[in-house]
Structures are given as structure tokens and as C-alpha cells.
């Protein structure tokens, strides 16, 4: 886990733009969260599980760079009610995706952040990882592990294996969690 991504971005647009290195981009889904959802598609992931449906993802230098003022812009023509950070592995550029997360706070929506790591292993890995630190601060509801193929499942939404959990980390994902529980 570092910063290196993020750090990548900067030295490569030399301005003080947050540039996040993604996949893709759906301005409307009804599959990543509960209601309408701006979902991103972060490019690069380390976690290599059998049967991801994303391998596209993998390449840390695949995908194409966006500024978060740009995917804000988008978000804001979007009439989502929040953003879904997917991936790939989002905690590879914790630090600019933070900073989005915090944009669309102001505006007042709500974060979803999947993850291949588990909630546990990230909160060991902020300690010394300050972006890891920032994106948690940013997110509402945290779907946490990495997919694995024997533990697949169709019964519980937003999830693709049962070792994955959806973990309230605020208020607002209390909210959420309550959506989804409902
Ligand atoms: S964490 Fe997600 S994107 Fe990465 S390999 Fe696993 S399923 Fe694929």
C-alpha cells in the first residue's frame, strides 16, 4: 500500500489539480447502491481474485486520468443522490479520492467505497497510511474484501461474495444501510 498513484498523477499534470486514474464511469445505476448512483470506476487493483468480473481494472497504468473537478461536474449533471467508488482497488489513490468524496459531501451527498480490503485491514493500514486514513473519513458505507468465487452469491444486494460486508462508517451510512435493509 502506498501513495503512489496519486503521487504519479501530480507529477504528471504539474498542476494542483487532484487527478484520479479511472476505469470508467456510470452516471446512472441502480445496481451500485441504493437509490440513483454516480458510480467510478477506479483503474488499478493488487488483489488479483479468481473470478473478478472487472480483470480490465487490474493495470496500475491502464484506464485514463479525470480531475475531480471534471467527475463533480459530471456528478452534479447527473441528479445523483451519491457517488460509489469502485474499482479496481479505490485505497491505491485514497488520497484524491478523498478529496472527491469530500466535494460531493459538500454538495450533500453520500459516499459508497468497495474495497478488496477488508475494514479490518484497513484500519491497521491507516495508521500509517494517511490516505488510507482520508478515504475512510470520507466514506459513508464501506462494502469491504475481495470477491471470492466459491462464496459467490446472488442473495444479498450490492455484494458479490459472501465474505463481503456492508459497513455503516457515518450517519449517512446509517441512512443507507437502513435503504438497504429495508
Ligand atoms: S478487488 Fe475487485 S477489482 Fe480487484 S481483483 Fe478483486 S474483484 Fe477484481
Same mark, same amino acid.
Given at each position: ?16 489539480? =487532484? *487527478? ?23 483503474? #488499478?487493483?493488487?488483489?488479483?481474485? =479468481? ?8 493495470? !496500475?497504468? #491502464?484506464?485514463?486520468? *479525470? ?5 463533480? =461536474? ?15 482497488? +479505490? ?24 474495497? #478488496?480490503?477488508?475494514? *479490518? ?5 491507516? *495508521?500509517?497510511? +494517511?490516505?488510507?486514513? /482520508?478515504? !475512510?473519513?470520507?466514506?459513508? !458505507?464501506?462494502?469491504?474484501?475481495? &470477491? ?9 444486494? &450490492?455484494? #458479490?461474495?459472501?465474505?463481503? /460486508?456492508?459497513?455503516?462508517?457515518? =450517519? ?11
Amino acid at each position: 500500500m502506498s501513495d503512489r498513484l496519486s503521487q504519479n498523477h501530480r507529477l504528471k499534470t504539474g498542476s494542483d489539480e =487532484k *487527478m484520479i486514474r479511472i476505469s470508467g464511469i456510470i452516471e446512472e445505476s441502480i445496481v451500485d447502491g441504493p437509490s440513483l448512483r454516480f458510480v467510478v470506476f477506479t483503474q #488499478g487493483c493488487v488483489h488479483n481474485c =479468481k473470478g473478478c468480473h472487472n480483470p480490465e481494472t487490474h493495470s !496500475l497504468e #491502464g484506464g485514463y486520468l *479525470m480531475g475531480v473537478s471534471e467527475i463533480v =461536474k459530471a456528478y452534479k449533471n447527473s441528479g445523483a443522490a451519491g457517488i460509489t467508488i469502485s474499482g479496481g482497488e +479505490p485505497f491505491l489513490q485514497g488520497e484524491a479520492l478523498a478529496f472527491l468524496g469530500e466535494e460531493i459531501h459538500k454538495l450533500g451527498g453520500n459516499v459508497i467505497t468497495y474495497t #478488496g480490503y477488508t475494514h *479490518m485491514e484497513l484500519s491497521k493500514l491507516q *495508521m500509517n497510511t +494517511p490516505s488510507v486514513k /482520508k478515504l !475512510l473519513q470520507e466514506t459513508d !458505507l464501506l462494502v469491504d474484501g475481495p &470477491f471470492i468465487l466459491d462464496e459467490r452469491t446472488v442473495d444479498r444486494p &450490492f455484494i #458479490g461474495s459472501a465474505n463481503q /460486508k456492508i459497513i455503516s462508517l457515518s =450517519k449517512k451510512g446509517d441512512s443507507l444501510l437502513h435503504l438497504i435493509r429495508a
